[in-house]
């Protein structure tokens, strides 16, 4: 069922890892390599079924100096839960000093060894090179993702112990390091929950939950990985922005080494004693914390209990976490809307097969102004609309017959369409997001529940030209695409909120602006499609028009892309995936159910699903 991995020629292969898959032993090769002359770099195992369990196999007697750092490299990919396996690559000395948990970085290929940069031995039982490779990411203590870019260049010692004449590692670079096909095996990327502060999100009746994702090892009891990591706290970069009901110092009770659901999918979570005194109210929040983070995980999680010491806190079951904390929209969504051939906003009902568009209610619903793009509130009882010149944004009810009054923002862009509003967006809470365009003025704006004088927004970190706004459900993160010269990149950014004293209104800001698609230089289209999941249009340099899914970390979430369309020019996605994607393209309204192609609607403009 396998054989050893074939290095490069004249590499010697030696067992390095195997891997178990329903009892079956298989046993994978590592190259092996000579401690003088031509060295050659390690190879990054091949991608291997994500279900396979990968062990590492311990040092040979008489291993040479290369075939103990192939050897401690292979291990660092293994499942070993506390890397005891790649320890025993290191002197005892390096092992008690060395910290895999501090970071993991991510290569374009496994590690290689510079053939020109082989340090002559400092005795005969010496020996040190450098580990290089094009980094990809990095993933910190926290366990948060980032991408990355340059050359890796890390020193690696040996040296030969004088009783046992055994080669071991001495000096080693902190955190682990392994190829991108590896990091994909070995990590998945889960989505732990808080709630929006309400310095971020304003006064709301349910809290707002807040995905944080990080990457845990997949294989290595994930489950305890992540109930450790969501009482750790945030990452650093959302932690300006919210907050968590666990009181501070709470860790999961001394001795407690793995959580495993019972029979009936309850898991019961044993906390010490900081947790003691929490309220009912309180309590719940945190086991709601617990079933939002825990959703996607196998075994599955349908219940959570709460202990501390010898009495048990709350329970709370996953049926009843939205009466705690209200996810995305308050509901899912009843209809999908877009501006028809007449310059009406019509709708169809959510995830339904029809092709017939109903127009709304009151004035938008008309026709009598020519409109280019619309956003609708996420209680679908208020739409914002641009009109057709893109100069003045309207904002008019679904529910009532009343006119569309005045607008509510005018452009003073003088050049065109594409110099004055972007679409606007809503967020749960009700306020109005958009951009104004005009070269002269640019600014990000926000109309508190979509009326009164707009406020400007702070974006201290931006350089360039915002094209596209799209603000997450919670309130507390953005997407912005934004131009500078030819290129439009989708950046995330978090909004935080602060009250100067004597000031009525609150100062807004959107800080720590990073690039969730590193990898396009030209995003034409993009939609919040999940937690902390989007949808996005794009090109690479010089390539085609590609879709895909991108992370808020910039990373690329598990599964496939949707299905390939050209000539696409606008696209919404709802939180849950069970609604298809809609698209405007050069053939009109398009939507892509499951498992399913593209499929023309009719013909229209501007399709959104609420927000």
Known sequence: MGADREGSAGRRPMRALAYAVCGVVLLAGCASMPDSGDLRGVDSTPRQDTQVRVFAIPPQDNAQPSDIVSGFLEALTSDDPNYSTARQYLTKAASQTWKPGLSSTVLADG???????????????????????????????????????????????LTRDKKTKQWRIDRLPQGVVMGKSDFQRNYMSVNKYYFASNAAAGTTPQPAPVADPVYVRRRVDPMTQMVRSLLNGPTNWLDHVVR????????????????????????????????????????????????FTLQNLTPAVDQVELQSGKSRLCSLREDRADTVAARGSVQPPGYLYFIDSKNRLVRIAAGSNSTKAEPVTGALGEGDKELRSVAVSRDEDTAAAVAGDGKELYVASLVSDSSLGDPVLTSHGKSGQNDRLTAPSWDASGNLWVADRDPDNPRL?????????????KIPELDGRIQDVRVAADGVRIALVVAKGSKKSLLIGRIERRQEAGEDRPTVSVLGLHSATPELEDVTAMSWAGDSRLVVVGREQGGLQTMRYAQVD????????????SGIKEITAAESDRLPLVAYSEDGIVRLPSGAQWQKVTDGVAPVYPG
């Open 111 to 157: 590690p290689g060894i510079d053939p020109n940069r082989l340090g002559s031995r400092e005795g005969p039982d010496d020996l040190s090179f450098a580990l290089t490779g094009t980094r990809v990411a990095k993933v910190d203590e926290q366990q948060a993702y980032s991408p990355a870019g340059g050359p890796y260049d890390a020193p690696v010692h």
């Open 244 to 291: 968590t009901s666990f009181p501070t110092g709470t860790a999961l009770k001394n001795g407690v080494t793995t959580l495993t659901p019972d029979d009936q999918n309850k898991l019961t979570v044993p906390l010490n004693e900081k947790a003691a005194r929490v309220g009912q109210g309180q309590c719940n929040e945190m086991a709601a914390q617990l079933l």
């Open 445 to 457: 704006l926000l109309l508190d529940q979509g009326k009164g004088e707009p406020l400007v927004v």
């Open 554 to 565: 910039g990373s690329t979430p598990e599964g496939p892309a949707p299905a390939a369309l």
